[in-house]
């Protein structure tokens, strides 16, 4: 609640805008307090979370979709999107464990590689469709663009990750944060990805600082407006665009467009 409040205040100094709080800025903030407070309560479901991947090898005309968590939710984070995909036809969707201990970006990237390789291992898959959310994406980007340049990762969809860095990186502990801050040279390389990418995003994700590194070039760009940071792991919107982008030929990017 904190982070998403100066965030907010840090989105507006960017903007060059006066800060105030109506009933907008109000409405995201609580909003982004409620997600987190239901992540944290659900936190032990994740206690029970499938550690291997599915051994699923009947997936028809959609591949497995390999969901990669970021560093502020962690796996039970993305349940209900899995429930989702899976109700609307996917019959194969993992979320993959995050590592322990202080990893940077580039020991992250080979974790998602792991993944990747078990998973397609485990359902005789080809190539796989890979859903990240926060950090998360730019692993998962890291991987696609320096290691597996398409062999594996079919289609990357991204989930309100700060491709160009987040000024709030100045508060990530661990050898990420540096990393992570906006206008890294680490990040710059991940540019235009490799892959065929949708990057989701919204305008007042008090999280991402400035919003507009939700956005890189090269990829498709769907705009989810009025959501925050992790409220997009629990909005219809965003499902429905992830759901869109997993549907999609697979084409080069278009312009900026906002999710119905």
């Known amino acids: 609640m904190l982070i998403a409040l100066g965030g907010w205040v840090v989105q507006a100094t960017d903007r060059a805008e006066p800060v105030q709080f109506g009933v907008r800025e109000v409405s995201v903030i609580a909003r982004e307090g409620t997600i987190k407070a239901l992540i944290w309560a659900l936190a032990p479901l994740g206690w029970f979370a499938r550690t291997s991947p599915p051994a699923e090898r009947t997936f028809g005309a959609r591949p497995p ?80 663009q320096h290691v597996d340049r398409g062999a594996r990762v079919r289609r990357l969809v991204t989930i309100g990750t700060p491709w160009r860095g987040t000024r709030l990186a100045v508060f990530v502990r661990g050898r990420l944060g540096p990393e992570l801050l906006w206008g890294s040279p680490l ?42 940071h992790l409220e997009l ?18 084409t080069a990017a278009r312009a900026p467009e906002s999710a119905a």
């Open 65 to 144: 979709v390999l969901l990669v968590p970021g560093l502020s939710g962690g796996r039970v984070s993305l349940r209900f999107l899995r429930i989702f995909l899976e109700r609307r036809g996917w019959p194969v969707v993992w979320v993959m464990p995050l590592p322990s201990g202080d990893p940077n970006l580039p020991e992250l990237a080979a974790e998602v590689g792991r993944a990747v390789e078990s998973f397609t291992q485990s359902t005789g898959a080809t190539r796989i469709d890979v859903v990240a959310h926060g950090t998360g994406g730019l692993a998962a980007a890291w991987y696609a």
């Open 233 to 250: 792991l629990a909005s219809p919107r965003a499902y429905r665009a992830v759901a869109e982008a997993l549907t999609q030929p697979l």
């Open 187 to 228: 990040l710059a390389s991940l540019q235009p990805p490799i892959v065929p990418t949708v990057a989701l995003g919204g305008l007042d994700d008090p999280t991402v600082v400035p919003a507009s590194s939700c956005f890189p070039t090269g990829a498709t760009a769907v705009r989810i407006e009025g959501a925050g």
